[in-house]
């Protein structure tokens, strides 16, 4: 069986009238959704994967609860560097007990996604899977035995983007070792870089989606984290297959281009 999922990172809600280089982030996460819902309606689930807010505020949560409050897929929460732990339970108090990790099963492959927040990083921004997070992931990895998605708001290795580099899951060589040991997982994918970028460790793809809201400019080598970009946003989706998952992006708030027929193509 195939399940299609809908993934979403980096939404970066602000508080009302609040933008981001110009750009309105409940605006676009709207946009995205709606989308979604025209397009993927047959989608079995919806995946918020981090930086749900811009500054971690209980109004910024508030907001993003209103744009969720219509839409209708089962949503599972993530939490990235921009959020805070103690807003978001003051918001989502059900959601609350415990890191935001866990495990959904659709159909014969397992999806994990993993809390990566470290509110105590010195840099503010990068990563950190504490023993913790660690031996639930152990445990996760050795409890199953089928194919296996990963989900995680930071990337654990390389993005060539040296600011983002350096705010990475700070012990994600371990944790992309102890994943690619399993010998079980198909796919990592994570947000964090707002770009699309695929690479691949010891046999396991590392894919990276855009953002909903703002980008990061084709700027690789030495530059500054905080360099983004108004480019269209979007969103991750993402087929499960037993042997060849497949994810493919979709760019939100293109210039409306009519699709023609070419009987040469
Ligand atoms: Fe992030």
Redesign the pocket.
């Known amino acids: 069986m195939t399940a299609k999922l809908l993934l979403m ?2 939404i970066h809600i602000t508080e009302p009238g609040t933008q981001i280089i110009g750009l309105d982030p409940s605006a676009r996460f709207r946009r995205c959704l709606d989308h979604a819902a025209q397009h993927h309606a047959d989608a079995a689930h919806l995946f918020l994967m ?2 749900l807010t811009h500054h971690g505020g209980a109004a910024q949560y508030e907001a993003l609860k209103q744009c969720l409050a219509d839409q209708p897929f089962p949503v599972t929460l993530m939490l ?3 959020d805070r732990r103690k807003a978001f339970a003051e918001v989502f108090p059900e959601l609350a007990a415990g890191f935001r990790q866990g495990r959904h099963r659709f159909g014969d492959t397992d999806v994990l996604y993993l809390d990566t927040l470290d509110e105590q990083a010195r840099d503010r ?1 990068s ?1 950190h899977l504490c023993i913790e997070r660690l031996g639930w992931l152990k445990t996760e990895l050795e409890a199953g035995k089928g194919p296996l998605i990963i989900l995680s ?2 990337h654990m290795l390389r993005s060539g983007f040296d600011g983002m580099d350096a ?1 990475h899951l700070r012990n994600g060589t371990e944790v992309a070792d102890l994943i690619a040991a399993s010998g079980r997982c198909q796919m990592v994918i994570n ?4 770009r699309i970028i695929v690479s691949s460790y010891r046999g396991v793809t590392h894919a990276m989606i855009k953002s909903p809201c703002h980008q990061m400019p084709m700027v690789l080598g030495a530059g500054a984290s905080s360099l983004s970009v108004a480019e269209p946003g979007g969103y991750g989706v993402l087929l499960l297959d037993p042997i060849s998952p497949l994810l493919h992006h979709v760019d939100v708030d293109l210039p409306e281009c009519p699709v023609a027929f070419d009987a040469e193509s």
Do not use: F, P, Q, V
């Open positions: 990172s980096d981090g930086d990235g560097n921009h921004h990563g708001h930071h705010i947000g964090h870089i707002h």
